[in-house]
């Protein structure tokens, strides 16, 4: 569409505000059927995270929002250090970037992070209870109500918003349990986007 117009484009996210970001057109024709007048399909995001967004305008750049970038990435760039932001960086209590409020990409039903897999066999499996997590986790799991993150974290950032909103459109899905991760360079841009989702609830 750029290439055709030959000019730059500028529009709005197609984000809802505080619900998990669409990846995919059909996700997109579900929160804003009737609000636009057409949606170009190129097929499903192929990171499935939003970027990562730098904060230029402190004395050291600092990461506001992770995303597949990391901040070293950008040192290496700017040929000086990157900081990661650790709070909510707010400017008149307007939070500076995008997600960056305490309850975002947030489903209807309460999300709770697993970070040990062997926790997963202290979970009470129900038809009200819901589960995302790698394929290998997912083997050891007695539950109808499963998505599959895939086989990486790679995949999992990949999927965890189709993860939320496959649970959301289940109405009788009650609480929603995720995998966390602590690995991988992806893993500070998946885990701040579901600790935003579990409004930082953790099981234990």
């Known amino acids: 569409m750029i290439s055709e117009l030959g000019k730059p484009i500028v529009g709005p996210s ?14 997109v024709y579900h929160d804003l059927k009737g609000k636009i007048a057409g949606i170009i399909d190129n097929g499903p995001t192929e990171i499935g ?12 750049p600092t990461v506001l929002r992770p995303g597949e970038i990391t901040p070293e990435e950008i040192s ?22 995008p997600g960056m409020k305490y309850r975002h990409y947030a489903p209807s039903a309460p999300v709770f992070i697993v970070d040990k897999e ?16 790698l394929d290998e986790v997912l ?18 950032a990949h999927n965890l918003f189709g993860a939320l909103r496959y649970f959301d459109s289940e109405n009788n899905i009650k609480r929603i349990y995720v995998q966390g991760f602590d690995h991988g ?3 500070p841009a998946y885990m701040n986007r579901l600790n935003k989702a579990a409004a930082g609830h953790h099981f234990h």
Not at 81 to 94: S, W
Not at 139 to 156: E, H, P, Q, R
């Open 185 to 187: 360079t992806i893993s």
């Open 49 to 60: 995270l939003e970027s990562t967004i730098v904060d230029l305008s402190v004395e050291t």
């Open 118 to 133: 062997e926790d997963f066999s202290k979970i009470k499996w129900d038809k009200e209870t819901g589960v995302a997590a």
């Open 139 to 156: 083997d050891k799991i007695n539950s109808s109500n499963k998505y599959s993150l895939g086989t990486t974290i790679d995949k999992a």
């Open 14 to 27: 197609a984000n809802t505000s505080t619900k998990p970001s669409p990846t995919t057109a059909g996700h």
């Open 76 to 97: 290496k760039v700017l040929g000086e250090e990157v900081l990661m932001n650790k709070g909510t960086t707010q400017t008149k209590g307007v939070p500076k970037a």
